[in-house]
């Protein structure tokens, strides 16, 4: 894949995966700390962001940075995988910020409850 393409690709899985999370440009840019105007070039393939920005871009999107760079077809889920995606990220979305004690909490119930 040459370099143009390659940040085409990115810029449009950037620009498919902030609007899936009904985002902005000036949303994600408060999220990772950069401009509206950058997230704007790099989505139009303007502007070759270095990995560090694009791992703060995927945290700021909530995927996997190897995830965000995989531009293969998508594999086919189903509702229910995509259901449980869902439902995964919100979860993660709730655990953000806490504390490693609260998350210890937190593991023993979900244990508890997967049993």
Do not use: C, W
């Not at 070759?48 to 995927?58: H, M, Q, T, Y």
């Not at 965000?68 to 995964?88: C, H, I, N, T």
Request: proline share 3%; net charge positive; glycine share 6%.
């Amino acid at each position: 894949m040459e370099s143009k393409e390659l940040f085409q690709e990115i810029g449009t899985k950037l620009r498919a995966l902030r609007r899936e999370k009904t985002l902005t440009q000036q949303q994600l840019g408060d999220l990772f700390h950069l401009s509206y105007k950058y997230v704007g070039e790099i989505e139009r393939a303007e502007k070759n962001p270095s990995i560090g920005v694009l791992n703060r871009v995927a945290q700021a999107l909530e995927v996997d940075l190897l995830d965000f760079l995989d531009f293969g077809p998508p594999s086919p889920a189903s509702k229910e995988d995509k259901a449980q995606q869902e439902l995964v990220a919100k979860i993660n979305r709730q655990l953000k910020g806490k504390k490693a004690d609260q998350l210890g909490k937190i593991l023993k119930v979900v244990k508890a409850l997967a049993e």
